[in-house]
């Protein structure tokens, strides 16, 4: 069973020996943005839904709990959850991965201590990305929070801590636990050695006691006593190291994106721990057991299946998001109309948290269609900004891209992307890898499969897109899209100026 905590959804999931999904179900959960900049979600309301999909995946497969071998979760990662220790209530709504309050914090660290502080540690820059600013910020928004977490009463996690900590027991004894790769995406653990890092603990002011024990991605921590009480939970993992693990990208120089709410393209780089030189992220790709960490680089973009939603819940142009490829397909290209999507700023490579959406090349020519186009083309193009820096800061170009996610099932986008990377695109008979890497590395600490090679043997793709663009095309293509990128950037404000993000 793969229970999948994302941004839009809880999802819980069930997979056979051959990796093949064999029911699903899914519930959504509320959007709250209180303020301009910040994003919420309910923490209880996300453990309800994990309480109805549960029992229906069960009978939707028509299996008992005690056909279940091992429970695995992904989540949605950086999302950060406050509680109580004693009742179980979280201390106010959980800050998402998206919100970007924090981002005066984010100047001030970046000029004291300054970049090279976190980097030789956590191997994170200061954005307002990550968990530790957050509890920085509740810290210091929130009366007396941080002397309770002082004197032991508050507990911190991301969401798979949280739904852990909730199907083992709960204020009754709940496991209080996360796993190295969202660990990794805290700003508080060493990245060398895994565990809480003393500096960062006392630089953010955090109390070890509020934190949750380091585990591997894929051991067993205990059996559920909620919902499926005494089924093992022996995995964790944050969702895109989890659709690495799906795509069984488990050799360095294999990369894989996915394409849903935002963009996330990693590159497993072994037991090397690569530092970027060029905007991306170095983070924990997955721990297997008591075996060495593999690790990845990571490129991180904040808006792209965001932006086709945004497309049809505030502009109403479409009445479904699948509608946007029919549209788009209304016309010849773009018009010479290009959407830079920086909702939350820019993320990988530029860092830019002051950037600002724009659509640039309107003309009374420009219909709904290609702006349809330009929503979609912007997705293409800033995966072409990711491999550009993936391409820079490692020994061997992008030979091949594993795709999954909502997003792939658009085949004009698939087909963009192949063109403005000039690699093939290749999409697996189960796109949905973030669920499936859950269950294989819950499955290899179960035992329902052997070994690394058993996945391999269990990828199978679904659809391939071969590069067919003109070269000189798609170079102009993409110097117009540098400018509308500039344009975005030129909205910063004069004070911010400097927040150029990692070197």
Known sequence: MSIDQGTNSTRCILFD???RLVSVAQKEHQQHFPRPGWVEHDAVEIWQNLRRVVPEALSDAGVGIGQVAAIGLANQRETTVLWDRR??????????WQDTRTAPLVEDLRSNPGEEF???RCSLPPSTYFSALRIRWLFDHVKDLRQRAV???????TMETWLIWNLTGGADGGLHITDATNASRTMLMNIRTLTWDEDLLSFFGVPRSML???RPSAERYGDARALLPGVAITAALGDQQAALFGQTCFSPGEAKCTYGTGSFLLLNTGGDVVRSRHGLLTTVAYKIGDQRPAYALEGSIAVTGALVQWFRDRLGLISSAPEIETLARTVE???GCYIVPAFSGLFAPRWRSDARGVIVGLTSYITKGHLARAVLEATGWQTREVVDAMNADSSVSLQQLKVDGGMTADNLLMQFVADVLDVPVVRPLVAET???????????AAGYWPDLE??????HRAAQWMPAMDPALRESEYENWQRAVERSLGWARPSRAADSGPP
């Open 17 to 19: 020996h051959r990796g």
């Open 87 to 96: 009742t179980g209530a979280p201390l106010g709504r959980a800050i998402v």
């Open 118 to 120: 976190f980097l030789q």
């Open 151 to 157: 004197d032991g009463e508050v507990l911190f996690g």
């Open 212 to 214: 949750p024990e380091i």
């Open 333 to 335: 290209d773009n018009g």
């Open 434 to 444: 973030v669920s499936l890497g859950a269950a294989y590395a819950a499955g290899l």
């Open 454 to 459: 058993v996945l391999r043997r269990n990828w």
